[in-house]
């Protein structure tokens, strides 16, 4: 999943592969993972998002639009649930600047 963190990752397709349903894929995943597929996901696409926002000058629409969220506002709605702080605010406290 790492390596496709930039595409839309569908449990279906990712199923299909070896020969699941989505269904017992996703039940799986939660049964082994302690979590569902979709907050894996999520908290992989926003690891990727702060390393972007701390080493790299992309607004958030573009970070949003390369790590494939439907919007900024959902890629932001995502961020906060997940770390607890906007994506801007993020950005302020960890910022390298060179």
């Known amino acids: 999943m790492s390596d496709n963190l930039f595409t839309v990752i569908r ?6 592969a070896p ?19 979709i ?13 972007l926002l701390q080493f790299t000058d992309q607004d958030l629409g573009q970070i949003a639009a390369l790590l ?3 919007s900024q506002s959902h ?3 995502v961020f906060r649930k997940i770390t607890g702080e906007t994506p801007m605010a993020y950005r302020r406290r ?4 060179v």
């Open 39 to 51: 907050q894996y996901i999520q908290k992989e696409k926003t690891a990727e998002a702060k390393r």
């Open 11 to 16: 449990a279906e397709e990712m199923a299909q």
């Open 68 to 70: 494939d969220f439907s």
């Open 19 to 37: 020969g699941y349903t989505r269904a017992y894929l996703c039940t799986r995943f939660k049964q082994e993972a302690g979590i569902s597929l």
């Open 94 to 97: 960890t910022k390298i600047t």
């Open 75 to 77: 890629f932001q709605t």
